[in-house]
């Protein structure tokens, strides 16, 4: 059996919440999701989130930015790290067939690391929608405090920051490229056709 790991880049909003759902779904309708077989989706804000949590700041998307930039910058990777950690655990657990699924592939280190991971399958998912349409998601999902009442300027700002300026030159090279600006079930068709050619497949 395989082992498959994907990354996901994309810009906030872009629908890496929903593939990663949507992966599940399928996983479950086909009976991927009991021993043997390990289905893990880990997300690179989730370090940042639990350790903003631990120190008691606020968890909105400026803090993370900012910590996501020192882990960067100033502890050589760390974020990647970190996330490396997780993938390795969830792959040495067991199994004999893995998938494992990390989103939120902002920097270099994290491309290299999904890129160069020794595994049977490496491949790096790019998802893009329009700022009009992630900006909308934005404000209606609320998934950080202060998103529903973010101002398209705050945004736009946010949207320029350090950690997501590398994810178009990292998307273009990406093995798959998904577009979702039109309806669910159209990304969904989409995401669909990923899991039919690229995951299922080895199974």
Known sequence: ????????????????????????????????????YKNSFFNFSAPLREALER????????????LAQEWE???????????????????????????????????????????NYCCDVNIIVYIKANPEVRYERMRLQAE????????????????????EKFIPIIGQNAGYTIENNATEERFRSWVKHFYRSRIAIHF
Not at 8 to 31: H, M, N, V, Y
Not at 82 to 105: C, P
Request: with cysteine.
């Open 55 to 66: 120190a008691g700041i606020p968890v909105n998307r400026d803090n993370m930015q900012r």
């Open 73 to 115: 910058t100033g502890k050589e990777g760390a974020l990647t790290q970190e996330i490396k950690n997780r993938v390795d655990k969830a792959f040495d657990s067991g199994g004999g067939h893995d998938l494992v699924i990390v989103d939120g592939v902002r920097w270099f280190t994290d491309e290299d690391m999904v890129r």
């Open 1 to 36: 059996m395989s082992r498959i790991l994907v990354g996901l880049t994309a810009r906030p909003k872009a629908g890496k919440g929903s593939f990663c759902k949507i992966i599940q779904d399928l996983l479950e309708e086909e009976g991927y999701n009991l021993p043997p």
């Open 144 to 163: 950080n405090a202060g998103d529903d009442i973010k101002t398209w300027a705050q945004f736009l700002e946010e949207d320029d920051a350090k950690n």
